[in-house]
């Protein structure tokens, strides 16, 4: 009796490490799954993308009162685009130890899950461009502390929520220092994201000339480059308040004549052999022409740089959904039919 007992007892010891094991394989092939797509076929999984809640800041402060509402996802993604580029202005949202509020998170949330669901890859931006580029060392604890923030709070969402370490660093956050920062914050994310995809440009803006600058961790292949690219700026920026050297011009034209489409597709051929060479895909995380530029003007260049841009493989995302530069009225809720036919076309 004993001894049957006993030989039951082994027996359901061995079905359950027999268990065991098979859920511990189960959970290793999980884990690998998770790391079987790489960087470049998430890059072309982003495809067309949008640049989305940039200027929206009463949505940060509370989301019904925002511009942007949920109906926006889908109508993104009917609209032909595959991902979001979310512009985050996190900052002011801190208090003194530099911990996020509960009601920005809890927006944050409510994105990317209505994102996802509306069956759209989801990219937070860090937008803070500014604050860093006036103050890059006393603003460091606040980048950092929000990738320790946010990375541990996203390490379980899908493959398709990407982080993008920051936005156009430029000015007083030089190349160099930019280069020891984006790896400081590229550890932190890892602690928590060891798969993550994690997009990150060069300084001095983010510009195509400057990608032979960026320095990314060899050993490290769950990263996608990304650069900005609004050439020529005496066209893409005329009438730009904010823009100083152009401001004040207007009545430039861009009518895709082979001089200008070469100009462009020059560049787009140095950054796709910067690409091969680095062996690092690559996404064009923001481009457009202001709305001062005459509109036919606006479509083509538009369309041109898109069209090139998939021509080399790079996925995109036009700058920006609303505010300005607009591809959506949200105002009369219809897309701005010329602009969104360039991107996407019928
Ligand atoms: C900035 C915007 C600007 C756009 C084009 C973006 O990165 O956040 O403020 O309008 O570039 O200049």
């Known amino acids: 009796m004993f001894k049957s007992r006993q030989k039951n007892t082994t027996w359901l010891q061995k079905w359950f490490i027999l268990g065991l094991i098979l859920l511990n394989s189960a959970m290793l092939i999980s884990c690998e799954n998770k790391a079987t797509?790489?960087?470049?076929?998430?890059?072309?999984?982003?495809?067309?993308?949008?640049?989305?809640l940039g200027y929206d800041g009463a949505f940060w402060k509370n989301l019904e009162s925002g511009r942007f509402q949920k109906k926006h996802f889908k109508i993104i993604k009917e609209g032909g685009?595959?991902?979001?580029?979310?512009?985050?202005?996190?900052?002011?949202?801190?208090?003194?130890?530099?911990?996020?509020?509960?009601?920005?998170?809890?927006?944050?949330?409510?994105?990317?899950?209505?994102?996802?669901?509306?069956?759209?890859?989801v990219i937070l931006d860090l937008h803070e461009y500014n604050a860093m580029a006036d103050d890059p060392v006393g603003k460091k604890e606040l980048f950092l502390s929000v990738?320790?923030?946010?990375?541990?709070?996203?390490?379980?969402?899908?493959?398709?929520?990407?982080?993008?370490?920051?936005?156009?660093?430029?000015?007083?956050?030089?190349?160099?220092?930019?280069?020891?920062y984006l790896l400081e914050?590229?550890?932190?994310?890892?602690?928590?994201?060891?798969?993550?995809?994690?997009?990150?440009?060069?300084?001095?803006?983010?510009?195509?000339?400057?990608?032979?600058?960026?320095?990314?961790?060899?050993?490290?292949?769950?990263?996608?480059?990304?650069?900005?690219?609004?050439?020529?700026?005496?066209f893409t920026h005329q009438g730009a308040p904010w823009s100083s050297q152009t401001k004040d011009i207007t009545g430039i034209k861009w009518e895709g004549a082979l001089a200008d489409q070469k100009f462009i597709e020059d560049k787009f051929i140095e950054v796709s052999n910067w690409s091969k060479?680095?062996?690092?895909?690559?996404?064009?995380?923001?481009?457009?022409?202001?709305?001062?530029?005459?509109?036919?003007?606006?479509?083509?260049?538009?369309?041109?740089?898109?069209?090139?841009?998939?021509?080399?493989?790079?996925?995109?995302?036009?700058?920006?959904?609303?505010?300005?530069?607009?591809?959506?009225?949200?105002?009369?809720?219809?897309?701005?039919?010329?602009i969104h036919k360039a991107l996407i076309g019928n």
């Open 185 to 234: 914050a590229l550890v932190t994310v890892r602690e928590t994201n060891p798969n993550r995809f994690v997009i990150i440009g060069p300084g001095n803006w983010n510009g195509y000339e400057s990608l032979p600058t960026l320095k990314l961790p060899e050993n490290d292949n769950r990263i996608i480059a990304t650069f900005h690219f609004y050439h020529p700026m005496e």
């Open 81 to 121: 685009f595959e991902t979001v580029r979310v512009n985050l202005h996190p900052y002011s949202f801190m208090d003194s130890s530099y911990i996020l509020k509960d009601s920005w998170l809890k927006n944050l949330d409510w994105i990317v899950e209505n994102a996802l669901a509306a069956d759209l890859n």
């Open 147 to 180: 990738w320790r923030q946010l990375a541990p709070r996203y390490k379980s969402a899908p493959e398709n929520v990407l982080f993008e370490l920051l936005n156009e660093p430029n000015r007083l956050l030089t190349i160099d220092l930019w280069n020891q």
């Open 37 to 52: 797509i790489d960087a470049f076929q998430m890059n072309k999984k982003l495809g067309k993308a949008v640049n989305i």
């Open 277 to 338: 060479n680095n062996k690092r895909p690559l996404f064009l995380g923001e481009f457009g022409a202001y709305d001062k530029g005459d509109i036919d003007s606006r479509v083509h260049y538009t369309s041109f740089v898109a069209r090139t841009a998939e021509k080399y493989g790079f996925s995109w995302a036009y700058w920006q959904f609303d505010s300005d530069f607009i591809v959506y009225d949200i105002e009369n809720d219809q897309w701005n039919e010329p």
